[in-house]
């Protein structure tokens, strides 16, 4: 009985041994599907550019070449920066994303509060929506702000986080409201902030290739330090204008470059406009800041937004009539909105998307010439700086559309790049999509069989196939390791199917559908041809262990002849 137990032991050990001797497990990477080809959502702001000024330049009038150019565009109330990058970037009116101006007041605590001077709120502390910025990072998107000033940081939203952010240094920013600082010095304040933008995209360029989605959004800040210092209509204004669409241009020929045009959507557009301001039209000369002559007798704090324009906070709202009477009575102001409806003036905050806690009891926008705090020769803030310049270019849109006339808002692109990158639009974005300008639709999916395969010979054979769908007629073309394999037309749903034979190695399969020359689908796949290599027996080790297990077997045996002749004795 116990020899029979010890024979099988050896036995198992051999088997075992040899086993693991003779199957060496071979090592190949997991292969990879399907990957998207990425895109590139671009967002460029040419700060403070007066489009009755702008649209004259030729370089200006070159971007109408690559997409659409819209010749109805609007921005918020106030036209000024922070507001109006945050309805960019958050896809709404004031009244919906909080932001009114870089500070402001808390209107409700003002009313109640015993001081005299309200404390004022930050642009971070007058938040209450989402930026796409924290949408697309949500998502996975890769997200960077290159701008000129601190404040714009507002276009990242609460979190305060994207991938990249890069803000002019200081020293470039030197004196910009200094009509007197050289114009080389205003061009190297955009020149940086194109340097940057082009840096981020040579460096995400692959993986925007390989199926990365980017969102870019930058600030040129130069033209808007120019206007308030030198005023629209001075040379100055004209050379930095010019010298901003150069450089607009120019990151439109990198991006080309870099072979990511045929998807790419950029919008190019103002913040808001610049109007000739007169400093002896200068409203507040004071040192006081905050209260206007024209509201004597009217507890209130005022708030320049812009130049042209501000918020009156009432300290007892029911003087509301009584300082709308008087304003009307200066004859000062192009615009008057109300927190509450009354009948002499253009309409309510509400009209205006301008209901935010932090927005004043009443909007003053002044006319021509006029300003509140600053002498400056160049303003903004009301109504006569809301008319904005807005091309939305770029590989995807169709090439039959090239200019519109509809009215669009600086809030609607948020959402149309929403469209752009797949991502999901938050409710609180109230623009809408221009979605129509994009190329058309394409549904696309591609599947390898098998997309591992051993090599019996010098080569393999797979099988790719392809179907989806598509909205008009276009080609389809397949390519291995860049090498063409296969085209054809297709149209509505289509299904094609390739075989293949490949070498060792990895493989990429890229399939392409274009239409009108340009790219509308693409994706990646991998295939893996793995040749089966056994390492060469290892005779020695089998040997010793067969001569092993043999004596081991043995042992049993020996003993009992060694007991039997010990029992004959
Ligand atoms: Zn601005």
Known sequence: MRLKIVRKTSLLILLVLSYVLYYVPLTFTEPQHSICLGRLALIIVVDGAEISIVNGLEEFNLLKNYGIYFSNAYTVLPSATTPAHTALAYGTYPNVSGVVYTYAVDREEYHVTKENIPKTVSWYDQIMS??????????????ALIVGKEKLKVMMGLNQVADVLKILPSELAYGVYDPNIPIEARYRQDEWIINETISVIRSWSELIRSGEYALVIVNLPALDWTGHACGPESEEYYLVARHAFQQVLSLVDIIKAEGLWNNTLMFVLADHGMSDTKPSKMLLPSKDKHHWGVLTGIRHYLIDTGGTAAFIYLKDKRDLEKAVKLILKSNLADAIYSISPINSVNGTLEDVGLNSPFAGDIFVSLKNGYQFSYPNEGAHGGVSTQKIFMFMLGGVISSKLTYSNEIVS???????????????????FKGKTLNYFFAPKVSLKVSISPSVIELTDSYAESIILVNGSVEVPSKLYIYVDEEEIKSSDISGEFSETVSIKVEEGEHTVLVKILSDGKVIGGATSKIFAVKIRYLPLPWNLIYASIVIGVLISLIPLVLLIINMKRKKL
């Not at 989402?130 to 997200?143: C, K, Q």
């Not at 692109?413 to 409710?427: H, K, N, S």
């Open 130 to 143: 989402e930026s796409i910025v924290e949408v697309a990072r949500e998502n996975g998107v890769l997200t």
């Open 410 to 428: 600086i809030v609607d692109v948020a959402p149309t790049i929403c469209e752009f990158l797949g991502l999901p639009i938050p409710e609180s």
